[in-house]
Nanobody, 125 residues
Framework: QVQLVESGGGLVLAGGSLRLSCAAS????????MAWFRQSPGKEREFVAA????????YYADSVRGRFAISRDNAKNTVYLQMNSLKFEDTAVYYC??????????????????WGQGTQVTVSS
Protein backbone atom coordinates (compact mmCIF):
# COMPACT_ATOMS: atom_id res chain seq x y z
CA GLN A 1 0.00 0.00 0.00
CA VAL A 2 0.89 3.66 -0.30
CA GLN A 3 -0.08 6.73 1.68
CA LEU A 4 -2.06 9.29 -0.30
CA VAL A 5 -2.70 12.96 0.44
CA GLU A 6 -5.04 15.03 -1.72
CA SER A 7 -4.98 18.80 -2.09
CA GLY A 8 -6.43 21.48 -4.33
CA GLY A 9 -10.10 21.35 -3.48
CA GLY A 10 -12.14 24.44 -2.75
CA LEU A 11 -15.05 26.63 -3.73
CA VAL A 12 -15.42 27.66 -7.38
CA LEU A 13 -18.09 29.23 -9.53
CA ALA A 14 -19.82 27.13 -12.17
CA GLY A 15 -17.76 27.19 -15.35
CA GLY A 16 -14.54 27.57 -13.43
CA SER A 17 -11.57 25.26 -13.02
CA LEU A 18 -9.67 23.49 -10.27
CA ARG A 19 -6.69 21.17 -10.22
CA LEU A 20 -6.52 18.44 -7.64
CA SER A 21 -3.24 16.84 -6.65
CA CYS A 22 -2.57 13.57 -4.89
CA ALA A 23 0.87 12.97 -3.43
CA ALA A 24 1.90 9.40 -2.75
CA SER A 25 4.55 8.06 -0.43
CA UNK A 26 5.75 4.57 0.19
CA UNK A 27 6.37 1.96 -2.44
CA UNK A 28 7.31 2.51 -6.09
CA UNK A 29 4.67 4.86 -7.42
CA UNK A 30 4.82 3.73 -11.05
CA UNK A 31 3.64 0.25 -10.04
CA UNK A 32 0.26 1.64 -9.09
CA UNK A 33 -2.76 2.36 -11.17
CA MET A 34 -4.24 5.61 -9.87
CA ALA A 35 -7.79 6.88 -9.87
CA TRP A 36 -10.08 9.61 -8.66
CA PHE A 37 -13.49 8.88 -7.20
CA ARG A 38 -16.04 11.25 -5.72
CA GLN A 39 -18.89 11.04 -3.27
CA SER A 40 -21.77 13.39 -2.63
CA PRO A 41 -24.00 13.28 0.47
CA GLY A 42 -26.47 10.43 0.24
CA LYS A 43 -24.83 8.93 -2.82
CA GLU A 44 -22.45 6.06 -3.40
CA ARG A 45 -18.82 6.72 -4.23
CA GLU A 46 -18.52 7.00 -8.00
CA PHE A 47 -15.66 6.64 -10.44
CA VAL A 48 -14.30 9.80 -12.04
CA ALA A 49 -11.04 8.99 -13.83
CA ALA A 50 -8.15 6.53 -13.81
CA UNK A 51 -4.66 6.24 -15.22
CA UNK A 52 -2.41 3.19 -15.46
CA UNK A 53 1.06 2.94 -13.98
CA UNK A 54 3.07 4.64 -16.69
CA UNK A 55 0.16 6.63 -18.04
CA UNK A 56 -0.53 4.70 -21.22
CA UNK A 57 -4.22 4.18 -20.58
CA UNK A 58 -6.74 6.73 -19.36
CA TYR A 59 -10.34 6.16 -18.33
CA TYR A 60 -13.12 8.65 -17.66
CA ALA A 61 -16.67 8.61 -16.45
CA ASP A 62 -19.08 9.76 -19.13
CA SER A 63 -20.16 12.65 -16.92
CA VAL A 64 -16.67 14.21 -16.92
CA ARG A 65 -15.20 13.15 -20.26
CA GLY A 66 -14.07 16.21 -22.21
CA ARG A 67 -14.02 18.41 -19.09
CA PHE A 68 -11.63 16.60 -16.73
CA ALA A 69 -8.12 15.33 -17.41
CA ILE A 70 -6.13 12.90 -15.29
CA SER A 71 -2.34 12.86 -15.45
CA ARG A 72 0.60 11.70 -13.38
CA ASP A 73 4.20 12.63 -12.76
CA ASN A 74 6.00 9.51 -11.55
CA ALA A 75 9.14 11.49 -10.76
CA LYS A 76 7.10 13.49 -8.24
CA ASN A 77 4.92 10.59 -7.05
CA THR A 78 1.88 12.69 -7.85
CA VAL A 79 -1.34 12.27 -9.79
CA TYR A 80 -3.46 15.21 -10.90
CA LEU A 81 -7.04 15.86 -11.87
CA GLN A 82 -7.56 18.98 -13.95
CA MET A 83 -11.22 19.94 -13.77
CA ASN A 84 -12.58 22.46 -16.26
CA SER A 85 -16.08 23.74 -17.02
CA LEU A 86 -17.18 22.72 -13.55
CA LYS A 87 -20.87 22.18 -12.91
CA PHE A 88 -22.92 22.29 -9.74
CA GLU A 89 -23.32 18.51 -9.94
CA ASP A 90 -19.54 18.09 -9.69
CA THR A 91 -19.79 19.12 -6.05
CA ALA A 92 -18.46 16.25 -3.94
CA VAL A 93 -15.61 15.00 -1.84
CA TYR A 94 -12.94 13.78 -4.23
CA TYR A 95 -10.80 10.80 -3.26
CA CYS A 96 -7.52 9.63 -4.70
CA UNK A 97 -6.98 5.87 -4.89
CA UNK A 98 -4.11 3.53 -5.71
CA UNK A 99 -4.06 -0.13 -6.61
CA UNK A 100 -1.96 -2.80 -8.29
CA UNK A 101 -4.63 -5.25 -9.36
CA UNK A 102 -6.59 -5.11 -12.60
CA UNK A 103 -8.90 -7.95 -11.67
CA UNK A 104 -11.92 -5.71 -11.12
CA UNK A 105 -11.15 -3.18 -13.84
CA UNK A 106 -10.10 0.46 -13.46
CA UNK A 107 -13.61 1.73 -12.71
CA UNK A 108 -14.27 -0.50 -9.68
CA UNK A 109 -13.40 0.58 -6.15
CA UNK A 110 -12.30 -3.00 -5.42
CA UNK A 111 -9.29 -2.49 -7.69
CA UNK A 112 -7.84 0.02 -5.22
CA UNK A 113 -6.53 -0.71 -1.74
CA UNK A 114 -5.10 2.68 -0.76
CA TRP A 115 -7.25 5.78 -0.36
CA GLY A 116 -6.64 9.37 0.56
CA GLN A 117 -8.65 11.31 3.10
CA GLY A 118 -10.55 13.27 0.45
CA THR A 119 -10.75 16.90 -0.56
CA GLN A 120 -13.97 18.89 -0.85
CA VAL A 121 -14.91 20.47 -4.17
CA THR A 122 -17.86 22.83 -4.07
CA VAL A 123 -19.24 24.38 -7.25
CA SER A 124 -21.64 27.25 -6.78
CA SER A 125 -24.23 27.94 -9.44
Amino acid sequence: QVQLVESGGGLVLAGGSLRLSCAASGRTFSRFNMAWFRQSPGKEREFVAAITGIGLNLYYADSVRGRFAISRDNAKNTVYLQMNSLKFEDTAVYYCAAGETVAWGPLNTRSYNSWGQGTQVTVSS
